[in-house]
């Protein structure tokens, strides 16, 4: 039986002319000033994890040009390494290490609304004329109401409507 299995693969030609090539190793070219960036992120202490991480891959890919090894190495799977390699060839190496843009809907808040919501919690409701020493989520909220119907950023009153509501029933 077993000798019938070997001879009709044979016969067939399936096995016999397929088959594997070698890998084909991607080539990174990373310039002595990129190397150097890489090289200071993948030391730091306080950069995002994410970004230690992809620079240690390209380090070390470069020094070993193999996604299984460099995955074990670091305990990540050998894809992960291949699509930060890739990610490198497209962009550059630098622009590898940070975060692809997520969907979603943009935010309806703008920086510079939340810069000011900020500031004023930052302040002290008595400079503002209020006879309370600190701010309560309730008076902030309601002077930023008051203050964003000049403004024009109904996003801003919205939210904080929706947060006092909160605020308020979890005291109950």
Not at 49 to 63: D, F, H, I, P, S
Not at 68 to 84: E, L, N, P
Request: glycine content about 6%; hydrophobic content about 40%.
């Amino acid at each position: 039986m077993l000798t019938w299995l070997v001879a009709s693969l044979l016969d067939s030609g399936t096995r016999t002319e397929v088959m594997a090539g070698w890998r084909q190793a991607i080539e990174l070219a990373i310039g002595e000033e990129d190397l150097a960036t890489l090289g200071a992120v993948a030391r730091s202490r306080t950069e995002p994890a994410g970004r230690v991480e992809r620079a240690k891959m390209l380090v070390a890919y470069r020094e070993d040009p193999s996604f299984f090894a460099v995955g074990q190495a670091m305990g990540v799977h050998h894809q992960t390494v291949q699509r930060c390699v890739e990610r490198a060839l497209a962009y550059g190496p630098i622009a590898a290490l940070d975060d692809r843009p997520r969907p979603g809907r943009e935010p309806t808040i703008t920086a510079a609304a939340k810069a000011w919501v900020v500031n004023l919690a930052c302040r002290k409701a008595k400079e503002l004329g209020y006879p309370h020493e600190f701010w309560t989520t309730r008076l902030l909220a309601r002077h930023v109401r008051c203050m964003d119907r000049e403004g024009g950023t109904p996003a801003l009153a919205s939210l904080l409507r929706a947060r006092c509501a909160t605020s308020s029933m979890s005291r109950r």
